[in-house]
């Protein structure tokens, strides 16, 4: 695998620490907000962090997508990662699992620990990794096989059930987990693709939750669906949160509002601000979240 692996602090003087100015596209007077590389508002540590993330970095060659960002994710948390389009918020949040490696050119630096281990360590075996941290993405992406054979897909690829009924019941309990026995019971052989989208999305979670992971990295699992899809999904948010930590990229505030216990806002690959969710959305602390979270851009 070609990522870089270090884990001295990753300000790389060449490349050049920035201050980039931002003028919201919208604003009535051309003031000018100043982003300070590294420095985050608000909240972005934990007592109790699932993931250590400390100034990292990411590259797609030459360009730098993620600018020196340090953040914990609390355990059993429910984290919104929000900001405009082309900002870095899937390209950090496909650290986590490192879902990054599989892209030739990009590259990541910096120290990102999941429960103190580094996720980097060229020793991680990496399905074992993304079994921890199971994903969820934007369009349901099921298997071209039966309801059943996708759930039970990942307990057989990893051993977890060795015998018939054993499996069954791990199909079961996921698919009630991810609220969608009721309609699947009767149909576990019928092909997943000819569900809904929103079962699909629900199915997908289900498939995630079947191999028990520990944190379920979302990137925007609900902007193909309906509202009525987009509810059960958040719905669904709310309880896995008790059981798993839970990263959701989303482009919907309301969203975000409505799920996520905090919120952190991206801005051109940096960490601008993190805090309390209710926070964020009534006294933001900086002037760019404020200016996003008010319209004035985005
Ligand atoms: N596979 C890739 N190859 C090259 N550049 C990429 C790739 N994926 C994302 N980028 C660039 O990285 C930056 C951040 O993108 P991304 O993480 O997708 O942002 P967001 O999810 O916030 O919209 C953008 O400038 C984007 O063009
Ligand atoms: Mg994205």
């Not at 596209?25 to 300070?36: D, L």
């Not at 987990?177 to 997943?192: I, V």
Request: hydrophobic share 35%; proline share 5%.
């Amino acid at each position: 695998m070609s990522t870089m692996n270090t884990l001295k602090p990753a300000v790389d003087k060449e490349v050049g620490a920035s201050r980039d100015t931002v003028v919201p596209a919208h604003e009535e007077r051309p003031e000018s907000a100043v982003i300070e590389e590294a420095k985050t508002v608000g909240k972005p540590f934990s007592d109790d962090p699932k993931f250590k993330l400390r100034n990292v970095e990411v590259f797609y060659g030459q360009d730098r997508a993620i600018k020196n960002i340090s953040l914990d994710i609390a355990r059993n948390e429910v984290i919104a990662f929000i900001g405009p389009s082309g900002c870095g918020k899937s390209t950090f949040l496909r650290c986590l699992n490192r879902m990054n490696d599989s892209i030739d050119i990009c590259r990541v630096r910096g120290s990102l620990l999941l429960d103190d281990q580094n996720i980097y360590d060229s020793k991680r075996d990496v399905v074992e990794l993304r079994a921890r941290v199971g994903m969820v993405f934007q369009k349901p992406n099921p298997f071209p096989k039966s309801i059943y054979d996708n759930v039970a897909y990942g307990p057989r690829i990893h051993g977890l059930a060795n015998r018939k009924s054993d499996l069954d019941d791990i199909v079961e309990n996921s698919l009630r987990k991810a609220g969608l026995w009721d309609e699947a019971k009767d149909r576990l052989d019928a092909t997943a693709t000819g569900m809904s989208g929103g079962q699909q999305q629900r199915l997908c979670i289900a498939r995630a939750i079947a191999i028990s992971p520990e944190v379920i990295l979302m990137d925007e699992p609900c902007s193909a669906l309906d509202p009525i899809a987009t509810a059960k999904v958040e719905e669904l948010i709310a309880e896995m949160s008790e059981s798993y930590t839970i990263v959701i990229v989303t482009h919907s505030m309301q969203q975000a509002a409505r799920v996520s216990h905090r919120t952190a806002y991206f801005h051109l690959g940096h960490l601008v601000e993190v805090n309390e969710t209710n926070k964020v959305f009534t006294a933001p602390e900086h002037e760019l979240t404020e200016s996003y979270i008010t319209g004035r851009f985005g």
